[in-house]
Structure formats: C-alpha cells, structure tokens
C-alpha cells in the first residue's frame, strides 16, 4: 500500500534502569542514557531531524525542566520544548500531539521521554547525602509521603471541589482502594475475598517482570497466595491490597522514543522492519470517581478504548497483546471492564510486568509500555497491540494501538469527557446515608490510620467523609461497610462518619 510521507512512525525506543546500589543518579543523566540508547536504535542521524523535546515531569515539586536540559546535553536544534501534566496518561498524549503535528506538516521528528530517580534518592539519603534531585512526588518515598516543606507545582493538587478530598484519604492507594471496595461488592465478594482474587490477577504480572530482570526491579515470579496473603513482609496497606498488590515508586527507569515521519525514516535510511505505526491514540478525562455514575467502573475509560479501537478500525479481538496501567489492581480492572475482558483473558496483559514488579516510574510508566510494545510488533509484525494509560484519582484516561503493518488512515484523538448522568456531590450533610465506598488504611505498625469513606445521601448526591474521632479504627478490620448504612454529621466544614 501506498504510505503518505507525512505519516508518523516510531523508529527508536529504549529503557533502561539503574539497580546499581552504589550509583547515584540525576534523573536527566537516566533519560539521557535512554536518549542515546533510542538514538542508537533508529540511527544517531535522527537527533538532528528532532524539532520538538516531549517529557514527563521531573516532580511535582520542583521547576526543573527535562526538555531543556536534554536539548542542551545534545546540542538539539529544537522550536519546541513541551513537558506533560503529572498523569499516567500524558505519555500517549504527548505521542498524539507530535503525530498530529507531523500530519500537519508542523514537525518531521520528535522525542518523547521520562524517567526517575527515586531509588538514588533513597540511596543518598542513606548516606547522609544531598538527594541528586527532589522525590517525584508526596508517596514515592513512603506511604507517609516525604513532602517535608516543598511545595507542590502549582495544577498538581486535586480540587477541593472532589468529595475524595475531604475522605481523610488523599494518597493514590486510599483512592483506589475505595474503588477495590465497590468492585468487590458488586462481585459479592468480602475483602479478604477479594484479595485473594486480587492475587490471581496481579500473579500474571509477575510471570512478565519475572522474563525482564535488566528491567523490572522484582523480577521474581509470584504465586496469587504470596501476594494475596497477609504476612510481616506483606502486610496490609490498605483492607483491600497488600503490599505486593501497589504501585513500588522508588525506581531509577527511564524510556525515550521516537517518532518522525515516513518520509524523515526515508531520508535516513531506517529500515521499514525497524518501524512501528501508531494506528490511533484517544485520550479522554472524566470527572473525579464520585461523580461517576457507579464506583466500579470509569465512562471515560471506555470511551477512551472503545475510540482508540474504532479510530483505527479495529475490535478487541483484534488485539493480540495489552499493556494495561496497573499502579493498583483497581487500574486493571477498569481497563478490563472497559474492553469487555474477563480477569483470566489468555491475552498478555502486561509487557513489562506492571507497576508493582516492573516499578511505577512516576508519570512515564506508559512511555515504557509503549517501549515493550513496540519491541513486540517488530518481532510479531502482523500483530496489533493496545497500551492503556490512566491517570489522576483516576479521572484520565488514553489508549494507543500499535503495529508495525502500516495503517489505512491513522487517527490521534483527544475525545471530550462522556455525556452521562454524573452523581453530583455535597459537602456537607447531617443524618444517614448509605455507604457506597470504604476502606482503612494501614501504617507500617499493622494500625489503622485513615478510613475514607463515599456514601449516598438521601437527595441522591454523594459526600467524602473521615472516620468519627471516637471511632477506634482497628476495631474496623475486616468489617465490609459498602451498602451499609451510616451516620454523617458536620463539624466546622469537616464531615464525620460512623456506623449505625
């Protein structure tokens, strides 16, 4: 088939980590390294073809700018330089807008990047040493967080106008453990349950981390009962997931790709084998999960796979392999309900083992993704492959299909947020409601610190509430509080729970 010249192709990929326990790295001199990796990938020519530098952030608490730096580093002749929002779905939109802009005729090259270093920030800690950069963001180096007296970018911070805000339950994990809370009721399921299905989920993503030990920081392959049962090195964190069920953040990975024009790969020799075509990219956002119209599954999410599909004129079962975001099992399980899927579909649903195993390197978890998959279309050519992105609380959402069979008619799509009755939300309530949403979060000691709960109200609005200061939480373990009915009272702005 005749290929338009301005047509996008990835042509360079690379990632890599550092698990040297003696090294201590910058993140920029890791996404450097992957540069040069990708470079030598496609043919180190193509660095001067680049007109525009892609990346994650650095962190949310400084101004550090990694396009900037690469472009100096590499002497790169660039108009643009562009760094995305914190969320694990700004990878694929940052591959939409330079496939956009090449169709355009805007730009024939662009690299896109992301990395961390986390792990060197623990390892100069631990030598009493200045961090070589600040932690990427409030949990990477703890699940206390390690803010200390930074401040956070400005845009980074979720609203105060999100009923989740005002749980008492503001770290990643509590978030998606009250969706783990709302998927387990409605498969009927007790948490203890629920986990142990949880366990033969995420069994699967170690299988994957297992195969790639240069890359994923627990290259260990894991039966459901390791990470499903409770024990000293597996504690609780939150009384849906276990330690080995979340996202581990304190990582040195990077990745690079890049992408150019049919016509740039022309002019510089790369051959067709080496190429991969991006046949679509949907990004979609969403309100934040308490509006949506039920707790165990994401509008946004669907439309976001099911327009990445239809764009390039494919079904799911068209697809021979994904690479689904999974910093928490919850993350899966909405990709999986908006596919269709069931848990145990043969299809891989990693390529690089998952966040958990493979390590969660802050916003550019799904750069990798696109890394591995596209190393496996050029092994399997005629195959297509979907990597899903997902961000916020979550409230962003994208999908990209990729192989390396030219596409008819390549579509990049920013989708609006679905139109469907959200739930709206309150701030304030006295009197009953009814508990659609909950979970206790643990600290390292095995005590329960925080119960964030979402809850309907008898207008049909829901409402984040903290746990009553009389209550004793650990008193709460085990107890499956979704579809029980509780009791709301409003103090000073701050709404309070217990149980009837």
Request: proline residues 8%.
């Amino acid at each position: 088939m005749s290929i338009d010249p301005r047509t996008p192709v990835i042509v360079g990929v690379a990632q890599l980590a550092n698990k040297d326990d003696d090294r201590i790295v910058h993140p920029v001199e890791l996404i450097a390294e992957a540069v040069e990796a990708a470079a030598s990938d496609a043919g180190r020519a193509i660095l001067g073809a680049v007109g525009k530098v892609y990346a994650t952030p650095l962190s949310v608490f400084s101004t550090d700018d990694a396009p900037s730096a690469l472009v100096e580093r590499f002497g790169l002749d660039v108009r643009d330089t562009f760094e995305s929002r914190y969320s694990g779905a700004s990878p694929q939109r940052m591959l939409a807008d330079a496939c956009r802009s090449m169709q355009d005729g805007r730009l024939d090259a662009a690299l896109i990047v992301g990395g961390v270093a986390e792990a060197s920030v623990r390892r100069a800690r631990a030598l009493g040493m200045d961090p070589p950069a600040p932690p990427t963001a409030m949990w990477s180096q703890g699940s206390t967080g390690d803010r200390g007296e930074r401040r956070m970018r400005e845009g980074y911070r979720p609203s105060d106008r999100f009923a989740e805000m005002h749980t008492g339950g503001q770290l990643p994990v509590h978030m998606f453990s009250m969706l783990e809370s709302a998927m387990a009721a409605a498969a009927g399921r007790t948490p203890a349950e629920h986990r142990a299905e949880l366990g033969r989920l995420m069994a699967r993503f170690t299988e994957v981390a297992a195969t790639r030990p240069d890359l994923a920081w627990f290259p260990t392959t894991r039966t459901p009962e390791d990470i499903a049962d409770v024990r000293p090195d597996n504690r609780l964190v939150t009384e849906h997931l276990t330690k080995l069920m979340c996202s581990f953040p304190t990582v040195d990975l990077a990745a690079a790709v890049i992408v150019c024009t049919t016509e740039c790969a022309d002019r510089h020799g790369i051959p067709t084998d080496r190429r991969v075509h991006p046949w679509s990219v949907a990004a979609a956002p969403d309100v934040p999960p308490s509006q949506w119209p039920s707790l165990d599954r994401s509008p946004a999410m669907g439309v976001a796979v099911d327009t990445a599909l239809a764009v390039a004129g494919l079904g799911v079962d068209d697809i021979a392999a994904f690479d689904l975001y999974s910093c928490f099992p919850a993350a899966v399980e909405l990709a999986l309900g908006a596919l269709g899927l069931a848990l145990d579909d043969p299809r891989p649903a990693t390529l690089t083992g998952g966040l958990p195993y493979f390590g969660g390197p802050g916003a550019s978890y799904s750069l990798h993704g696109v890394v591995s998959m596209v190393e496996r279309c050029r092994r399997l050519p005629d195959e297509h492959g979907l990597v899903v992105g997902l961000g916020g609380m979550p409230n962003d959402f994208a999908g990209v299909v990729l192989s390396a069979t030219p596409a008819t008619a390549p579509r990049y799509v920013e989708v609006e947020a679905p139109s469907v009755d959200n739930v709206p939300t309150v701030f304030e309530w006295n009197g009953r409601a009814r508990c659609e949403a909950a979970t206790l979060g643990y600290g390292a000691d095995g005590h329960a610190q925080v119960a964030p709960l979402l809850a309907r109200v008898d207008d049909g609005a829901r409402i984040g509430a903290r746990p009553h200061p009389e209550l004793v939480l650990d008193e709460l373990a085990g107890t499956d509080l979704v579809g029980s009915t509780i009791e709301l009272v409003t103090v000073d702005e701050v709404v309070w729970w217990r149980p009837v």
